[in-house]
């Protein structure tokens, strides 16, 4: 019978006292995990350069339910080139029993409502291959999820909502700024997402829906971190070019792009933003963003910049 020889056993040197015990290395990666989750962009980013788009959808005919939500006559056609942007969400923030923040004359709810309604016209008249479905096209109340569920449902390719601001503290206080999911990193981040999420609370079975969330709790609100990463970087491209458009083409003051907390954009599949228009506290920018002028320079402004958007998408083709 054939012998085979017998492997050679190397016995350990004296750098095996270098190598951490396993015990340490489990407390450095407990130490270390945790801090790399949560690390986040700034959430103040001004003046990004342009970036190019991360997460596009993929041609071919769009499946899935039907959206529960107002939307427009022509549908988007069956086949395109993979990078087209075909389904755009328009979400008027509150509306119904929730009018959002207030001024001496106007509510939040029915200006939001004024300028998605603007928007989306413009889209359609430029690009009427576009989809635009609206979250709601009357003064009704929607729950915060059920807004993101329809442009999942509809497997949109960008989700804009749009709101009024407000600062308690002071009148003086006015700009535009515009929000992506993220980490509260300032009071005022923490302050504005804490208004708009308070909603929930109108909302039947908020806690189950939610599980557990309390827009009212810092803490929780790191919950909200885990879905921002997949389409961040499409989502502050969009957003810098807003409040870019908001400087140059409506002669706005820009806050700039920022972070926070926001249950509308949690848990949507695609690009979403958070448009702030104004501040309805300040009553100069209230009359500005009540008038049919004013609100003719809001839409122009960010449809420019979805315009803008669109065609950086598509040139990837």
Same mark, same amino acid.
């Given at each position: 019978m054939k012998r085979f020889p017998l492997l050679k056993i190397i016995k350990p040197t004296a750098s095996r006292s270098l190598v951490p015990a396993p015990g340490i290395i489990t407390t450095l990666l407990l130490a270390v995990f945790p801090l790399l989750a949560l690390t986040i962009v700034p959430a103040r980013i001004d003046l990004l350069p342009d970036l190019t788009q991360d997460t596009v959808r993929q041609s071919g005919v769009r499946q899935g339910s039907a959206p529960r939500a107002a939307e427009t006559d022509a549908e988007a056609p069956a086949e395109s080139l993979s990078n087209q942007l075909r389904t755009v969400v328009l979400d008027a923030g509150h509306g119904g029993k929730d009018p959002g923040t207030h001024g001496r004359y106007a509510k939040e709810k029915t200006i939001n409502l004024d300028l998605i309604l603007q928007l989306g016209r413009k889209i359609k008249a430029n690009h009427p291959n576009i989809r635009v479905i609206y979250t709601r096209s009357s003064d009704h109340f929607v729950d915060l999820? @059920? #807004?993101?569920? +329809?442009?999942?449902?509809? #497997?949109?390719?960008?989700f804009i909502s749009i709101h009024c601001n407000a600062s308690p503290s002071?009148?003086?206080v006015y700009g535009t700024e515009t929000y992506t999911l993220g980490l509260h990193r300032t009071q005022s981040n923490l302050d504005v997402? #804490?208004?708009?999420n308070a909603v929930i609370l109108q909302e039947k079975n908020y806690q189950q829906t939610y599980k557990g969330f309390n827009p009212n709790s810092p803490l929780a609100t790191i919950m909200l971190a885990n879905y921002q990463h997949a389409f961040m970087t499409s989502s502050i491209n969009f957003a810098e070019? +807003?409040?870019r458009s908001f400087r140059h083409n409506a002669d706005r003051k820009s806050n700039g792009v920022k972070q926070a907390g926001f249950i509308v954009l949690w848990k949507t599949t695609m690009p979403s +933003?958070?448009? @702030?228009?104004?501040?309805?506290?300040n009553p100069a920018e209230e009359l500005f963003l009540k008038s049919k002028e004013g609100q003719e320079q809001i839409a122009s402004a960010i449809y420019k910049a979805f315009s803008q958007y669109k065609e950086e998408v598509e040139a990837a083709n």
């Open positions: 999820y @059920e #807004r993101g569920a +329809i442009a999942n449902r509809s #497997r949109a390719d960008l002071s009148s003086r997402a #804490r208004r708009e070019k +807003i409040e +933003i958070l448009i @702030e228009s104004g501040y309805l506290t």
